[in-house]
């Protein structure tokens, strides 16, 4: 069944990873808890991370459309 589009405006950026770091990100999407894909499963855990930032105080929220 297809995904419903993303209600949010997204970016498309590009990252390299280890062989280590991909063999986890594929376990990961063999558990299905992260996303269905690898690519999925980064954004997921880029965004958990980002979000465990803000809520430890290293980074606040920005005000939304504007760069620091």
Do not use: D, W
């Not at 419903?4 to 498309?12: G, V, Y």
Request: include cysteine; aromatic fraction near 4%.
């Amino acid at each position: 069944m297809p995904r419903k589009p993303n209600a949010h405006k997204t970016e498309r950026i590009t990252i390299n990873v280890t062989p280590q770091m991909r063999y986890y990100l594929e376990c990961l999407v063999e558990r299905g808890l992260y996303g269905k894909t690898t690519t999925e499963v980064a954004n997921n855990m880029v965004a958990r991370g980002i979000e465990n930032t803000i809520e430890r105080g290293h980074m606040a929220h920005p005000i939304i459309g504007t760069k620091k």
